[in-house]
């Protein structure tokens, strides 16, 4: 068990526990090679680290610290990637080549093997907190970490649904002998698989299980473990892709009655040391050590004249905004923006613009640790035309660069790393959800709750409310609901989703494509912008057999009662 134990200490590192203590406990036990279950299960503290490893499913998509096909937000209108081939990056063939899925394969979106992976260790624990935990700490301690485990487990499931549709249910009770159903008998290899709306109802009863048996805090030294609020605000989000509304308002109003609440500062709430307390927005996170457990979120994100202002060459701006994101951030008045009328009313396309747009978009002429940005060709920043060959080389195609999640004035990226938290689920969105949730419910009883939902995200940023007369009916609802998502949620990996459990991901991207500005430099130090295309002339695709992938040949070869998704 020595190497599971190792992976499991990684994983408590990542969320920020003390660990000194429990690893001398957990080391002390046994000086031989492998650490025994009686030696995981010795103490509790040497049992808790080993139960939190479950979380590592969190950790495989964190948007801060992805693996190099995780950032789903370039999947979409909102975001691009400016790579073709290199960094592994598989966005803008996903997006431009039809060969990217195939039968057998879900392409860059596979989660199928991992995913069946992470649940099966998920089983084990579950049963192994019965064989160990029980009998060492009792049934209220068990209860607590069964929750944990299944608040994960129930992740898991909501990563396959969301890509498969309906999936093969395995627990730790569902063995052909009651046991943990780990595949290894006959009967347990050859399962059908559920509906998508048994699937679904499997997850959303094991958030509603883990909400009530969570606890609503933890002593400092376990901090970032699920919560209450942590299993309330998933299942708000996931009883969405159920069609649940009802199950999605309880959740949001759960969350509420808990205490979230939005955080004052938009801004803040992504900043690491930002002296802000954010606790009552982020209702679970994943946090990093500084100088211990880092990723590479600055390198890989911050915009192109930092390589000459650090003197280094090791910073590409992987993933930047595209133009139909920027244009979607209204004016500080609530005015929409549009290219063909701001100059009416406003001197250049950025000033003047809401707070969201300021702390997600940096844009030619923005403030950036001591310089102003110059996305403007021929700019410190620069502007490279996307091609289907290789890479922009760090430069935006897009005339923008991502600032959510940059930690301004951190120097010691180059160094130590990054080590910026990922705000997993928050209460915003929360408060989005249970707009939707009211206006799918039943708008014409339910609109002014829906529309308080979403102008309490609103009025954080100072913007006006938005009323009956802006939205009459459930249609014009969920426009400005789409909209408010996709400004709040930037970059955090909802866009994509959102879109396909909304069926418009065929209107949205198929046959389409997203945009940047190209901007020139004028000889009075005007600015003149250009729409430009930013796919290299390729147009989108999503027909609509992407709404369900296929399922990898593996399982289709060794399971004899798994049957595949249609058009595959």
Not at 323 to 328: I, K, M, T, Y
Request: hydrophobic share 35%; proline share 2%; net charge negative.
């Amino acid at each position: 068990m020595k190497k599971r134990t190792i992976i499991y200490l990684l994983t408590i590192a990542i969320f920020g526990f003390s660990l000194s203590s429990c690893i001398e406990d957990v080391l002390d036990i046994d000086n031989t090679k492998d650490l025994s279950n009686i030696a995981i299960w010795s103490t509790e503290k040497a049992a808790d680290m080993y139960v939190t490893a479950s979380y590592k499913t969190f950790t495989d998509v964190s948007q801060v610290a992805s693996s190099r096909r995780n950032f789903y937000d370039s999947y979409s209108d909102l975001m691009k990637s400016t790579s073709w081939d290199i960094y592994n990056h598989p966005y803008n063939k996903s997006l431009l080549q039809a060969s990217s899925f195939t039968t057998g394969s879900a392409g860059a979106l596979d989660s199928w093997s991992v995913y069946s992976e992470r649940i099966r260790r998920a089983n084990v624990l579950l049963n192994e907190i019965k064989d160990f935990g029980v009998p060492k700490f009792g049934e209220e301690w068990a209860d607590i970490r069964r929750a944990e485990v299944r608040f994960s487990r129930a992740f898991s499931y909501f990563r396959l649904i969301r890509v498969y549709g309906g999936v093969i249910i395995r627990t730790d009770v569902s063995g052909v002998n009651g046991g943990v159903d780990d595949g290894v008998n006959y009967d347990d290899i050859h399962r059908a698989r559920a509906s998508e709306e048994e699937s679904w109802e499997f997850v959303i009863n094991e958030l509603k299980w883990a909400a009530e048996n969570l606890p609503d805090s933890w002593p400092a030294e376990w901090k970032g473990r699920a919560t209450k609020k942590s299993a309330y605000g998933l299942l708000s989000r996931i009883a969405l892709f159920a069609g649940e509304w009802q199950i999605a308002v309880d959740a949001a109003e759960k969350v509420k009655e808990l205490g979230g609440g939005l955080a004052s500062d938009y801004a803040k709430v992504f900043q690491v040391d930002g002296g802000q307390d954010n606790s009552a927005e982020i209702l679970f996170e994943l946090s990093y050590l500084e100088g211990t457990i880092t990723h590479n979120f600055d390198s890989y994100n911050r915009p192109f004249g930092d390589r000459a202002a650090y003197n280094h060459n090791a910073i590409y701006a992987e993933h930047v905004p595209t133009g139909d994101l920027a244009d979607l951030y209204e004016f500080a008045d609530g005015t929409d923006f549009n290219w063909n009328t701001y100059d009416e009313y406003y001197e250049d396309p950025y000033t003047n613009r809401e707070p969201r747009f300021h702390a997600t978009i940096l844009y030619n002429g923005s403030k950036w640790e001591g310089r102003l940005i110059e996305t403007y060709v021929g700019g410190t920043d620069g502007f490279t035309q996307f091609q289907q060959s290789s890479s922009t080389g760090g430069r935006t195609p897009t005339g923008y660069y991502l600032r959510k999640y940059l930690q301004e004035g951190y120097s010691d990226f180059i160094s130590k790393g990054s080590y910026q938290y990922d705000a997993v689920i928050r209460y915003a969105e929360v408060l989005l959800n249970k707009a939707e949730a009211y206006a799918q419910l039943n708008y014409t009883t339910y609109y002014k709750e829906a529309l308080d939902a979403l102008n309490e995200v609103r009025q954080r940023v100072n913007l006006p409310a938005k009323t009956i007369s802006d939205a009459p009916n459930k249609e014009s609802f969920m426009t400005l609901l789409r909209k408010e998502r996709s400004v709040e949620l930037a970059g955090e990996g909802f866009r994509y989703w959102d879109l396909r459990r909304w069926r418009l991901a065929e209107s949205v991207i198929n046959g389409k494509n997203a945009y940047g500005v190209k901007i020139t430099k004028n000889a009075d130090d005007t600015f003149t912008y250009e729409k430009v295309d930013i796919d290299g002339g390729s147009k989108r695709i999503f027909p609509e057999r992407y709404y369900y992938f296929s399922l990898p040949t593996a399982e289709l070869a060794n399971n004899k009662l798994c049957e595949n998704n249609p058009y595959w």
